[in-house]
């Protein structure tokens, strides 16, 4: 995905001023406030995808800055920001070494532009599920559950399910090999059908291929219902926000609705902020989307 938007109008977001300084108060703070939560606080690096195209930011240093800046310490990478560096050991040992020196735990990698895994036609769906391949390895070495992807293709709803349950199938038997889950987002186009994506993922039927809930991608679909759909097979969940009130609850999603959804399913994995909005910069709209998952969350807890 050049850029997201376009990404999910295919299938069918200031600028930070990032400070490097340690912010201890709030690192020490936020790790005694999450033992107090039904969940896991992550951090989806896409919330920084402006300061890292401007160049602000190096994939490198998105766990120190993850920690130090905003006391998390659980990431979500983007391939994209180091989309050449799958199968280079010594920079994924660099990155892994990194996380570690901040104690901080790498969840997932979310993969784009690798090619649609529901595409009809067979030989270029076969293509991008070897493609996928060099992510799961990608994502084992790091110490990762799971690689997200996307259930993309074009045809009928019938057509791209029946060849998103197959491409999916064949890259969750590979992942399998590596143990590393392969989860799929709502991520427009059909995708976005909570109903739709539940059928492919029961179509699918492995204990690895799972779901990513992202509370902002339904669209037309009713966003409560779509979470609840694929929540059954959820492995990952992506708080996303854009606008926030004065009170800091989000203007669009109700977030004790959601939390609720989440907490009623026995969910108690990683909650990946994802902020894309822009009347906030980055670093502020991920602060707020933090606070608003701590005070909810402790609500509900």
């Known amino acids: 995905m050049t850029d997201r938007r376009s990404f999910l109008k295919q299938l069918g977001v200031g600028a930070l001023g990032l400070s490097v300084l340690p912010v201890l108060g709030e690192s020490c703070a936020s790790s005694v406030t999450n033992k107090n939560l039904f969940f896991d ?57 990194r996380a570690k020196d901040y104690g901080v735990t790498n969840v997932l990698i979310m993969i784009d532009g690798e090619g649609p895994l529901g595409s009809t036609d067979d030989a270029e769906r076969s ?30 709803t019938d057509e791209v399910k029946a060849a998103a349950i197959d491409g999916l199938g064949r890259l969750s038997e590979f992942a399998a090999q590596h143990d590393i889950n392969v989860i799929v987002e709502n991520h427009g186009g059909i995708s976005s059908h909570g109903d739709w994506l539940s059928a492919v993922l029961q179509g ?9 809930p992202d509370f902002g991608n339904f669209y037309e679909y009713d966003r409560y219902q779509g979470v609840q759909d694929l929540m059954p097979f959820a492995k990952g969940v992506s708080a996303k926000t854009n606008v926030f009130d004065a009170e800091g609850n989000e203007v669009h999603i109700d977030y004790r609705k959601m939390l609720q959804i989440v907490k009623d399913a026995g969910y108690t994995g990683h909650v990946g902020i994802e902020y894309e909005g822009s009347e906030l910069s980055e670093e502020e709209g991920i602060k707020a989307t933090k606070r608003l998952l701590e005070r909810v969350g402790a609500e509900l807890s």
């Open 204 to 212: 699918v039927g492995k204990p690895n291929c799972g779901s990513l």
């Open 41 to 97: 606080i992550s951090l989806a690096e896409w919330s920084l995808h402006k300061t890292l195209f401007d160049g602000k930011l190096d994939n490198l240093d998105f766990p120190k800055t993850a920690a130090e800046t905003f006391g998390i310490y659980a990431v979500e990478y983007v391939n994209q920001f180091f989309k050449d560096k799958a199968k280079d050991q010594t920079y994924l040992s660099d990155l892994n070494q």
């Open 127 to 156: 293509q991008a599920v070897e493609n996928h391949y060099k992510w799961v390895e990608a994502a084992k070495f790091l110490g990762c559950h799971a690689i997200r992807v996307n259930a993309a293709g074009e045809g009928t």
